[in-house]
């Protein structure tokens, strides 16, 4: 059976006449999560999870028309039945399950399988086909323990601090400052660059309780932030708002810094492999699960990754989409070396 197909506006349902994270205006948009690859202007109809409407509102505008539903609540569209199942990639993010006459198909967006102690844990979905990512699609990704992650950054924080240095993490507004934030939680005061703090404001609209941080400005008292915690989005990497910052030692959080770290660091203190996807040992749990007949696999490594399912015995094919990665906006520019 046919449900999905792949076209130049998007991952198409056919009964259902609705796209998947569309990135061409269309009349009716299920969207996965609010990453700007994902959720962009100009549907007409947006059909989001709870905890992403707020942030779809805030990042998209106030006047869209948009829907959403909880996890595992059923809307039938045309015929197909449609739910979100949770994908832990940040606030918000879901797996988008189609079911149509007993046939399903399971959409996963961006995911990650390992528990951040703030997003709602991924949850497998058995399936006939299963439409994955694969940013970190190599076996070099392999990702901490959330408590290993938290005590490397503690130990730093703590460094800087008895250096009388402020801390500086460069994180993505969306999702991976507020991973940041529960990682640095109870360790120090928390500033935060008005990007992050207006994202937080959408996501407490939504009941979410989130770490407490402060409004960090560029008429901030100085010796307010002195030796404490800032977290801005990675634009902000030598700028003079960030020179304004009294002492300050940076770092970037990205799963890129796994590998990348030694070239990439020289215009920053530190880098910490923190990522919003699933890394290799994910990417394979989260298909395995699914036990799906057929996987595509999507934006990131995934000529590697389709070809070492089909070598296992998975049946799986490449697809071409215009999805990219929020990991990709904390990779930056050094002293020596142009960004690629």
Known sequence: MKLVKFTKKGIYCIPGKFY?????????AVISHGHADHAKWGMKHYLCHDDSKAILKHRIGSDITIESLPYNRQKVINGVQVSFFPAGHIIGSAQVRLEYKGYVV???GDYKVKN???????????????ITESTFGLPIYNWLEEEQLQQQMHDWVLNNQSKNRTSVFLGYSLGKAQRIMKLMEGLSDIYVHSAIHNINQAVNTSGISLPKTKLWTVNSNKKDIQNKIVIVPPALLGSNMIKRIPNAATAICSGWMQIRGNRRWQSV???????????WNGLLTAVKATEAEKVYVTHGSQAAFSKYLNEIGIYSEEVKTEYGTDEDETVVKTKTEPVS
């Open 116 to 130: 951040d102690l703030l997003t709602t844990p991924f949850e497998p979905i058995k399936c006939h086909e299963f």
């Open 106 to 108: 399971v959409f996963s």
């Open 20 to 28: 998947l994270d569309p990135w061409f205006p269309v009349d009716y």
């Open 269 to 279: 203190d530190a880098g910490f492999a923190v990522s919003d996807h699933a890394d």
